[in-house]
Each structure stands twice: as structure tokens, then as C-alpha cells.
């Protein structure tokens, strides 16, 4: 599977972003989802994921103020992205785990076989 992020900009603190995920193919729904997030110097990390079953699980950091969604049908997942603040500022990689289960959801990189090529965030203050 390809994948291709986009929704990425400039935004103030307080603002809000979606950001989408396309996945190429026909086989979408086979894949858990996942959205992680690099800063300048610093690991990636987990941000937000969804199984197949459509289970959703959050970094403490980003609980409350973003929700992770997809959409079989158009082999797109999402981020929405509320109350954004500084320090959420990173460059958002979406990635995609083929799997037989429907319902566990994955936090780690190292679980993950597919990448996008990660679309910039940057909130100012």
C-alpha cells in the first residue's frame, strides 16, 4: 500500500487542522492505522491509531483534542486536530499495518510496514 499525507499548514494556538491519509489500492480495510509525529531533533512518536474495527487509542499528549477516523470507503484515514498548541508542532507521518485482526491497535513504529511521506504542522504562539 502507498500512502499519501496531506492537511498540513501554519496555524495559531488554539486553531484547528484535519489532516487526511489516502491509501492507494482496494484492500484499505485489511489495515490498522496509525498517525505519528517527529519534531525537529526528537524521536518519532506515537500520536493516534485506529484498528480495523474502528478502536481508537491516543498519546496522553493529544487525548481530549484529537480524534482519529477513517473511511473504508475511500481509503482515507484522518486526523482532526483541536486546540492545537506549540509544541504540537512536527512533521505527522500516517502509516499502515496489514493485518488478519480486527481489533488490536498498535502504538509502536517498529509495527508498522507502511509510511507517508509526512506532512508538516507548525503552530505558533
Known amino acids: 500500500v502507498q500512502l499519501q499525507a496531506s492537511g498540513g499548514g501554519l496555524v495559531q494556538a488554539g486553531d484547528s487542522l484535519r489532516l487526511s491519509c489516502a491509501a492507494s489500492g482496494r484492500t484499505f480495510s485489511r489495515y490498522a492505522m496509525g498517525w505519528f509525529r517527529q519534531a525537529p531533533g526528537k524521536e518519532r512518536e506515537f500520536v493516534a491509531a485506529i484498528s480495523r474495527s474502528g478502536s481508537t487509542n491516543y498519546a496522553d499528549s493529544v487525548e481530549g483534542r484529537f480524534t482519529i477516523s477513517r473511511d473504508n470507503a475511500k481509503n482515507t484515514v484522518y486526523l482532526q486536530m483541536n486546540s492545537l498548541k506549540p509544541e504540537d508542532s512536527a512533521v505527522f507521518y500516517c502509516?499502515?499495518?496489514?493485518?488478519?485482526?480486527?481489533?488490536?491497535?498498535?502504538?509502536?513504529?517498529?509495527?508498522?510496514?507502511?509510511w507517508g511521506q509526512g506532512t508538516q504542522v507548525t503552530v505558533s504562539s
Open positions: 502509516a499502515a499495518k496489514q493485518t488478519i485482526l480486527t481489533a488490536p491497535i498498535y502504538r509502536t513504529r517498529d509495527e508498522y510496514g507502511y
